[in-house]
C-alpha cells in the first residue's frame, strides 16, 4: 500500500514538472537578456519581438527549400512552435502596454509591416504533415496579432488626438 501511495505521489508531483518541459522557450538566454534590458521601454522591447520574429520568419523560410525529410518536418515544426509562443508573449505585453496607455505606435508600425512578412512567409509554406497543427497556430497567432496591432494603432491614434500632452510616454500618470 506504502508503494503504491508512493507511486501515485511521485505522479502527482511529476506531471506539472512535464508540462513546463512541453511549453516551448521561444527565446535564447542572450535574446532574454536583450528583453531585460530594455526594461519598461515598451517601444525598444516591442522592436526587440519584432526582430526575433523576423529571424525566426527568415529561418522558416530558409526551412522551406531543404529536401524534403523527416528532420527538416521536425525542425519546421518546431520553429513554427516556438514563433506562435513569441507572437503570444508579444500580444500580452501589448495588452499591457495599451492599458497603461503607453505611446507605441512608433513600434506599431513595425510591428505592422513585420506582421504582414510573417503572413506571407506562413502562406507560402507548403502544407505537409508533421508540421500542419502549428502551421494553423501560427496562422492563427499572426492573425490574431494583427488584428490587435491595428486595433492599437487605431486606438492609440485617437487616445493621443484627444491628449497630446500625453505623447511619447511610458504609462499613463493620472495627474
Known amino acids: 500500500m506504502r508503494t503504491l501511495v508512493a507511486v501515485f505521489a511521485s505522479l502527482i508531483i511529476s506531471a506539472p514538472l512535464a508540462a513546463q518541459k512541453d511549453k516551448p522557450e521561444p527565446l535564447s538566454q542572450a535574446q532574454q537578456d536583450q528583453i531585460a534590458e530594455a526594461g519598461i521601454d515598451p517601444v525598444a522591447r516591442v522592436g526587440l519581438y519584432v526582430k526575433f520574429l523576423d529571424e525566426y520568419s527568415d529561418t522558416i523560410k530558409g526551412l522551406t527549400t531543404r529536401a ?8 519546421i ?18 495588452d499591457i ?12 508600425k513595425g510591428l505592422n509591416d513585420g506582421v504582414a512578412d510573417w503572413e506571407a512567409v506562413l502562406h507560402g509554406l507548403p502544407s505537409e504533415p508533421g508540421f500542419e497543427l502549428s502551421l494553423k497556430d501560427a496562422l492563427d497567432s499572426v492573425g ?6 491595428r486595433q492599437i494603432t ?12 500625453q505623447k511619447g510616454q511610458d504609462r499613463y500618470e493620472p495627474k
Open 68 to 75: 524534403h525529410t523527416q528532420a527538416r518536418v521536425r525542425r
Open 77 to 94: 515544426d518546431g520553429e513554427l512552435q516556438n514563433f506562435t509562443a513569441l507572437m503570444d508573449e508579444l500580444g500580452d505585453n501589448l
Open 97 to 108: 502596454y495599451s492599458e497603461r496607455k503607453a505611446d507605441i505606435r512608433k513600434a506599431l
Open 144 to 149: 490574431d496579432l494583427s488584428d490587435q496591432a
Open 154 to 165: 487605431s486606438d492609440q491614434e485617437a487616445y493621443f488626438k484627444a491628449h497630446p500632452d
